[in-house]
T-cell receptor, first 109, second 116 residues
Framework: GQSLEQPSEVTAVEGAIVQINCTYQTSGFYGLSWYQQHDGGAPTFLSYNALDGLEETGRFSSFLSRSDSYGYLLLQELQMKDSASYFCAVSSPGGKLIFGQGTELSVKP | GAGVSQSPSNKVTEKGKDVELRCDPI?????LYWYRQSLGQGLEFLIY????????KSGLPSDRFSAERTGGSVSTLTIQRTQQEDSAVYLCASSSGGQAGGYEQYFGPGTRLTVT
């Protein structure tokens, strides 16, 4: 089977850095994706790691360690608009995504 | 260009009725996915299409659920004899390729289904 674990909630202040961890167990694995979802909105793609290491996209970075079945999303210079739910997702054979339960990030002033 | 569109945006139906949910993917996207999201939960995979074929139907919760895709474009998800536990937001996504290329998916706004 496949399962992903991530914290349910994280709180941080504006301007800070926050890391959202994700551990996974899967029988087929192509890579780890991260999606952002604002309340009532559609999920939007943030980042993808197929290989070990760090991928940087502006204020957001994502890391993957395949040997540890672990990844994280790093958000820097937090802004109020970053308050949202963040989902890690494993890309499986066939292209489907298996999502974690999501981490609700609250950014405080 | 246009993104993924879904209709209706909201659907309220009585228990036992059938419903059809529609998805229009981004033009040219060969892969199409259906997910379900209950309140405060993650996305649950339902079914995946590559072209008009559905290589993976493993997420359909019961035989009351079915889906088809025609012309490599529009897809319809049908739920027969709806039950209250079917209440959720049904999300459709498309991507330019299946297999490993499906990691970047573009989601529609969803259909919020409420079964009374």
């Amino acid at each position: 089977g496949q399962s992903l674990e991530q914290p349910s909630e994280v709180t941080a202040v504006e301007g800070a850095i926050v890391q959202i961890n994700c551990t996974y167990q899967t029988s087929g694995f192509y890579g780890l994706s991260w999606y952002q979802q604002h309340d009532g909105g559609a999920p939007t793609f943030l980042s993808y790691n197929a290989l070990d290491g760090l991928e940087e996209t502006g204020r957001f970075s994502s890391f993957l360690s395949r040997s540890d079945s672990y990844g994280y999303l790093l958000l820097q210079e937090l802004q109020m608009k970053d308050s949202a739910s963040y989902f890690c997702a494993v890309s499986s054979p066939g292209g489907k995504l298996i999502f974690g339960q999501g981490t609700e990030l609250s950014v405080k002033p | 260009g246009a993104g993924v569109s879904q209709s209706p945006s909201n659907k309220v139906t009585e228990k036992g009725k059938d419903v059809e949910l529609r998805c229009d993917p981004i033009s040219g996207h060969t892969a199409l996915y259906w997910y379900r999201q209950s309140l405060g939960q993650g996305l649950e995979f339902l079914i995946y299409f590559q072209g008009n074929s559905a290589p993976d139907k493993s997420g359909l919760p019961s035989d009351r659920f079915s889906a088809e895709r025609t012309g490599g474009s529009v897809s319809t998800l049908t739920i027969q004899r709806t039950q209250q536990e079917d209440s959720a937001v049904y999300l459709c996504a498309s991507s330019s390729g299946g297999q490993a290329g499906g990691y970047e998916q573009y989601f529609g706004p969803g259909t919020r289904l409420t079964v009374t």
